[in-house]
């Protein structure tokens, strides 16, 4: 525990505290101050008296860099806060009952008590409490609000709160490198409280704070919460400033947290926190004003409307977790159709889906790395596209984590953001954005907010690209409540499938494409003796069903086959085999929806076929074809289901053809497998 | 490389035209035009053909003046590094339609392959060469890719929401008009009994094993009922196709991998035979297999043929069989027997195989039902077995203990197991 911090800041207060009348100077800024002051003793008194479920963190200490920055915002304007947000909150709204409801878990809550003391939306204020992610976030909404502006939307400015502590986050950096490159009208304000949780700043901070600003050619200030009149000159000269330039700052503000981190877990020794109790400016202000009327008029006012709000969440009802929709795996009702669309290239196909998006959404925008013409993508999937829509389809920096945030502020800015990640295996670095974020916001903002994220992305082998380019991941990302995964095959039109996404998206998406796809033709015409249909879901299983003499759902199927993605085209390659050189039927279905996934679309082919066959690219441990088995378990396991799974090997993808050919699924595997299950199937006793 | 000195193209090859890598999507390309015609006399440098990648169109020249003979004509889809044509010293034979040649399948072809394996010492490589005009296709705008939408609001919706029924969706017809796909068991079958799988199957989609043998057993039973009198063998082996069956109800919907089907499962075969009471077919089998069959086993010679024939035996006259010879235990009516056929002692004719649960259900060893067919004059010697499906020829021996697996020619003597052709008879002019 360095002492020496203290010399980090100046010991002496500016006079300006000192002037002659700062309550008829600031009167809203001191009531705003005192009340966040006054809540938050509140909250730990609740705390102590068993209130409270879970933990707060308290900005005691901090109040007036929230104060400072809400009084410059307009309703255009967002913020992003973290989890020490509850001074953001009612600086930028002065509703207690609804903080105190929501940190008490109520229904009367901002966010109806699912969201908590971290966790809160109202407005264009949110918050989050992963530290670092909102950075590229909020960096997305200032994206947004520029976008807007440049078509006379008025655009706002973005703010974020970071703590000292996150200054060791590399999706910060990501995004002021971003911001400054872009313009963006983003305000990231640096609250230098010198700890970390029970960390302090000297045991993990290198060089200046400040310098990592300017590095990216972003202005940085510098202000502190004990002179507090000038910081809040300082923070309306910066917001000014960057509603004139457009450019993004940086504001250091220095300030000390007097409280614990979160609740009782503060471990540093009482005569280093006493000196900063006495010259913290509340409690300089209270000493002050002790004996003024108008401040005890104020004190208690404040203090009337705290126990208000906490009589009223105390009798406030609990909310609920409901959504509005229905859950996966709930009954549906599957009608098969035929589909028409043109045969032609997977990547002209996904081509013309995005630049239909363009063309038919003005709020759409494209992002990714090297995306913009002539290169037009690794894989050329949006080659051209810059060219007539220069504003909306542009190149990054190589910063997944950034983009895929940006992509989230977008899309909570009434954007449709189409991400691009350049190779499926580098979604890893999107998966706080995609898992803490995305995934999460709509439930815990009580569905207040929709986040129409697209990311798209290649996966799959066979080009020889190695572990780091070639695999399949998505079993990583699906399963997430409220986001769906959906993926491309040679059996449906991605056009169809992008236009469909774009008219309806409403939820965070990843479509993951796949390399050979790019390659191969997608075909609308069945091969001899099978017929080509579709579901009437938005995004269609695509099945090639055996036309066998024989009438009825499925009749004289042998084996239902699920090939999830590129793998369709092995797949359908072993059923020709199959039904050539083994006389058996299968029935193939390939589903554009991994995620959510209904085992119904299958259950009239599985009744009739009882063997079952997965084929998926990726992992077979705990994947899409674990679910997909453990569902038609929980369904149709009275029938005795045989079943098995073609997947990768145990092991990442190797360089060499032939030692990736061993390695990946492909027609040879499948018949394989697939005569597996018909022997199997003789042992069970029906 | 071979192709340099295959007889049809004696001409040196002074440079190859080959499809170049050029972009990491395709392993296929399609050649969107050729500049000059097979046989046409080029320089240097010039233009030959425009390749069409899913990134851009490349456009090969001609690394060496000379002849140009074409490999893969327009419109033809070839994997990367095929050679597509060559540029010769004279002027190449005139192959015909080389120019419109049908695109090819690339088939099994490795992409790197086709580069590495094929190239010949002597010719350059052409990707270094060729001068690749890159003409981003792929360029937005007025040009054939793009959408344009007259009212981009409606098309905003979707595809989905745009149409219940609109354009790009339809509601499924009973039965698409499908074209046939044999599989490779059941082509072997319709080979055997020479049928006309066109005809007899049209309208149906995958034709396999089981749904030949259905119309073979539907066939047998349709004789029957329409000859009740012993017909002449040849009539059936010669008999022009039957049209499948109308209704579909009376086929075994089950059979063979779906249940114990024929065999096991009383209700099924009762379905075979023409929706009868099980009660009957319990009856039926009892009388004909058990009864008849053994009685015929110890019946005076006089009546042996009629019982044979009450069990459904289909003879003609002057028929030999001897007691102790077996004809068919379960279904004897798949065994026709022509005029003056001579069974002899301990011989076994059987129409069907039928394995135990394990092998006929893993696959293994299928259930087997096929016509057997004896024609006019022929001889089974001593202790000999024929299987299902096959049929002897008129006029044919199978001498002593043979096992007769395949059909046996007329006039053809036959011995072994299994049984194998030792003599040919002349035959009669
Ligand atoms: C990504 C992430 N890592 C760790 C944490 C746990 N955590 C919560 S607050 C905190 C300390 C944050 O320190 P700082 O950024 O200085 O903010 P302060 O709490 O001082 O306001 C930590 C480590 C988290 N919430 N998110």
Redesign the interface.
């Known amino acids: 525990m360095g002492h020496s911090v203290l010399s980090v800041f100046s010991p002496v207060n500016d006079p300006r505290t000192l002037l002659p009348d700062p309550l008829s100077n600031f009167p809203a800024e001191l009531k705003t101050a005192l009340t966040i002051r006054m809540v938050e003793q509140r909250l730990l008194k609740l705390f102590s008296e068993g209130k409270l479920f879970g933990t707060v963190h308290t900005c005691i200490g901090q109040e007036f860099v929230g104060v400072s920055v809400s009084r410059c915002l307009n309703d255009r304007d967002t913020i992003f806060s973290n989890h020490r947000g509850h001074g953001h909150f009612l600086s930028y709204r002065r509703d207690i009952l609804a903080l105190i409801g929501e940190i008490m878990g109520k229904s009367c809550g901002v966010c109806g008590g699912r969201g908590g003391s971290q966790h809160t939306q109202i407005d264009g204020f949110y918050s989050n409490g992963i530290q670092g992610g909102i950075a590229p976030v909020a960096a997305g909404q200032a994206f947004a609000h520029k976008l807007k502006g440049s078509t006379g939307g008025g655009g706002g400015i973005a703010v974020v709160y970071i703590g000292d502590g996150t200054l060791g986050q590399g999706a910060l950096y990501e995004s002021l490198n971003i911001a400054s490159k872009w313009d963006l009208p983003v305000l990231f304000v640096n609250e230098n409280n010198l700890f970390a949780q029970s960390t302090s700043q000297t045991q993990t901070l290198a060089g200046d704070i400040n310098a990592r600003a300017e590095a990216f050619g972003i202005k940085a200030w510098h202000s502190d919460t004990w002179d507090w009149p000038k910081l809040l000159d300082n923070m309306r000269a910066c917001i000014d400033e960057i509603r004139r330039t457009g450019r993004p700052a940086w504001h250091r503000v220095d300030t000390f947290r007097l409280m614990a981190h979160s609740k009782g877990d503060d471990n540093r020794p009482q005569e280093y926190v006493q000196p900063f109790f006495d010259r913290d400016p509340v409690n300089v202000l209270m000493k002050r004003y002790e004996a003024d009327p108008r401040w005890k008029a104020m004190e208690t006012e404040i203090a009337a409307e705290i126990e208000a709000a906490v009589a009223a969440a105390d009798a406030a009802p609990w909310g609920d977790v409901r959504m509005d929709e229905h859950k996966p795996g709930s009954a549906h009702e599957y009608h ?6 043109e045969k032609e ?4 196909a996904v ?2 889906g995005l ?2 998006g363009l ?3 003005p709020n759409l925008v494209l992002i990714g790395e090297d995306i913009e ?2 290169y ?1 993508g ?3 999937a949006t ?3 810059s ?2 829509w220069p504003e909306r389809v542009r190149n990054t920096p190589i910063s997944e984590h950034a983009i895929s945030g940006i992509g989230n502020g977008l899309a909570l800015c009434g954007m449709i953001p189409v991400v691009e990640i350049m190779f499926g295996d580098f979604m890893t670095l999107c998966a706080d954005q995609w898992i803490n974020h995305a995934a999460k916001f709509r439930f815990m903002f009580n569905d207040k907010v929709r986040v129409p994220l697209i990311i798209r992305t290649p996966m799959g082998g066979k ?1 020889g690209y190695a572990a780091t380019h070639s695999q399949s991941i998505e079993k990583h990302f699906v399963g997430l409540p409220d986001t769906q995964v959906l993926c491309l095959n040679h059996r449906y039109s991605p056009t ?1 499938l992008y ?6 998206i409403d939820r965070p998406t990843l479509v993951i494409e796949n ?2 796809l ?3 033709n997608v075909n609308p015409d ?6 080509l ?1 579709f579901t009437n879901e ?1 995004f269609p299983t695509a099945r090639l069903k ?7 759902a499925g ?2 199927t ?1 084996i239902t086959i699920v090939a999830l993605g590129g793998v369709a085209v092995d797949a359908e390659e072993a059923v020709i085999r199959l ?7 299968c029935d193939l279905f390939m589903p554009t929806r991994l995620y959510p996934f209904d085992i119904g679309v299958l259950e009239p082919s599985l009744r009739q076929s009882r063997r079952l066959l997965i084929v998926e690219e990726g992992q077979g441990f705990v994947s899409m074809s674990s679910e997909i088995i453990a569902q038609a378990c929980e369904r149709l396991g009275h029938l005795g289901l045989s079943a098995r799974r073609v997947t990768a090997t145990p092991n990442p993808i190797p360089a060499a ?1 032939p030692l990736e050919q061993l390695c990946l699924p492909g027609a040879n595997h499948i018949v394989t497998k697939a ?1 597996e299950v ?2 199997e ?3 069970v006793q ?1 | 490389m071979s192709t340099q000195t295959s007889s049809a193209d004696p001409a040196p090859t002074l440079a190859e035209i080959r499809v170049p890598r050029e972009t990491v999507n395709d392993d296929t390309v399609t050649i969107q035009d050729w500049h000059v015609s097979h046989g046409d006399q080029v320089k240097a440098r010039q233009l030959l053909v425009s390749i069409e990648t899913s990134k851009a169109v490349l456009e090969v020249e001609a690394d060496a003046g000379g002849f140009v003979q074409i490999l893969h004509g327009k419109g033809a889809e070839v994997p990367i590094g095929e050679l597509i044509g060559r540029v010769l010293a004279t002027a190449p034979a005139a192959v015909a339609g080389a120019s419109t040649e049908p695109p090819r399948s690339p088939g099994g072809t490795q992409p790197g392959n086709g580069v590495n394996g094929s190239r010949g010492a002597a010719s350059t490589p052409v990707r270094s060469s060729n001068r690749l005009r890159d003409r981003q296709q792929g360029t937005v705008g007025a040009g054939s890719g793009s959408v344009a939408p007259s009212d981009p609001r409606a098309d905003a919706r979707g595809s989905v929401e745009a149409s219940a029924d609109g354009p790009g969706t339809h509601v499924l017809p009973d039965r698409p008009a499908a074209s046939l796909a044999i599989s490779k068991k059941a082509q072997a079958l319709i080979d055997e009994h020479r049928l006309d799988a066109q005809t007899i199957f049209a309208g149906h989609g995958l034709v396999r094993e089981v749904d030949v043998i259905r119309h073979l057993e539907s066939r047998i039973a349709d004789h029957q009922r329409e000859h009740p009198a012993p017909p002449s063998p040849a009539t059936i082996a010669r008999s022009a196709p039957i049209e499948p069956r109308a209704a579909a109800s009376t086929v075994n919907s089950a059979y063979p991998t779906k249940s114990r089907g024929l065999f096991g499962d009383a209700a099924s075969s009762a379905k075979d035979r023409g929706n009868r009471s099980v009660l009957w077919l319990a009856w039926n089998y009892f009388w004909r297999n058990w009864l008849l069959g053994n009685l015929a086993r110890w019946a005076p010679r006089g009546v042996i043929l009629p019982i044979h024939r009450m069990r459904g035996v289909k003879m003609g006259r002057d028929v030999f069989i001897d007691p102790t010879a077996i004809i068919e235990t379960a279904f004897p009516e798949n065994i026709t027997i022509g005029n003056d056929v001579r069974i002899t002692a301990g011989c076994v004719i059987m129409s069907h195989i039928k394995a135990p649960h394990y092998l006929r259900e893993s696959g293994l060893v299928p259930v087997v039902l096929k016509p057997v067919i004896l024609e006019d004059h022929c001889f089974i010697g001593v202790n000999s077995v024929v299987m299902p499906g096959v049929t002897i020829g008129k006029a044919s021996v199978v001498t002593s203990g043979s096992v007769v697996v395949t059909n046996v020619p007329p006039y053809t003597m036959v011995q072994g197991n299994p049984a194998k052709v030792i003599k040919q008879f002349p035959k009669p002019a």
């Open positions: 098969w159709q035929h589909r028409t669309f290239k997977g990547v002209a081509r013309k630049e239909h063309e038919c959404h013409s002539p037009g690794a894989f050329k080659m051209g596209l060219t007539r080009r169809l236009k469909d996404l774009f008219a309806s390399k050979i790019y390659g191969q069945p091969p001899p003796g099978f017929d249909i938005r055996p036309d066998t003499n024989e009438h009825g009749a004289g042998d039904f050539n050189d083994e006389d058996l039927v053809r005569l018909m022997r199937h003789a042992n029906r």
